[in-house]
Structure formats: structure tokens, C-alpha cells
């Protein structure tokens, strides 16, 4: 009887997350942006690198579990070569953040003598 409650509060559970995910994934790519636009150290990329890049293997588990089942140098390789890609587009998000505090500090620093 407790077998069958927990695996329909997993499923209950699990259908939540699903509909969380979209949410999650947009708050990640906010907080990405949040931290270009701070200001803070380029070195957050890097392990918000391996969020987004934990979130990208996620939501295309069908074709990741394959290679999770396998193991071996295809998986290193897949990860590695999906690390890089994803880096390039938190770092890409980063730069967004810098641009548009560079831009809202020129606006500011412009009416302000206004």
C-alpha cells in the first residue's frame, strides 16, 4: 500500500516538475544575464556553465541516456564538446548582461544632467 502511495506522489511530483522546467530554465538564463549586468566576475561562468549545461542534458535525456548507460570515452567526449558549446552561450548571455549595464549607465549618465 505505501509502494503504491509514494510511486503516485512520485508521479504527481514528477508532473510538477515537468511543468516547472520551463520556468527553471528561463530563471537560469535571467540569473546568467543578472550576473553580466552586476557586474561580477567573469569566473561565475563557469560553473553556471555546468548548470546550463546540467538543464540542456535534462531536457534531452532520451538521447543522453544512451551514452549515460554506455559510458566510455563517447560520453566524456559528448560531455566535453557540450561543456565548450555551452560555455560559449553563458558566456555570450554574460556579455549580454555587460552590454546592457554599459548602455543603462550611459542613458543614466546622460540624463542626469538633464
Known amino acids: 500500500m505505501f509502494l503504491i502511495v509514494s510511486l503516485k ?3 504527481e511530483f ?3 516538475m515537468q511543468s516547472l522546467k520551463p520556468w527553471l530554465s528561463l530563471a537560469l538564463v535571467v540569473v546568467i544575464v543578472m550576473v553580466g549586468y552586476a557586474g561580477a566576475s567573469a569566473w561565475f ?4 556553465t555546468a548548470l546550463f549545461a546540467a538543464a540542456y542534458i535534462d531536457g534531452k ?4 541516456e544512451g ?4 559510458g566510455g570515452s563517447k560520453l566524456y567526449r559528448a560531455l566535453l564538446v557540450t561543456y565548450l558549446i555551452d560555455l560559449f552561450v553563458v558566456l555570450a548571455l554574460y556579455l549580454l548582461g555587460v552590454v546592457i549595464a554599459y548602455f543603462v549607465a550611459y542613458v543614466m549618465a546622460f540624463y542626469d544632467g538633464w
Open 14 to 16: 514528477s508532473f510538477f
Open 45 to 48: 561562468v563557469f560553473p553556471l
Open 61 to 64: 535525456w532520451y538521447a543522453w
Open 9 to 11: 506522489a512520485f508521479g
Open 67 to 70: 551514452l549515460f548507460r554506455q
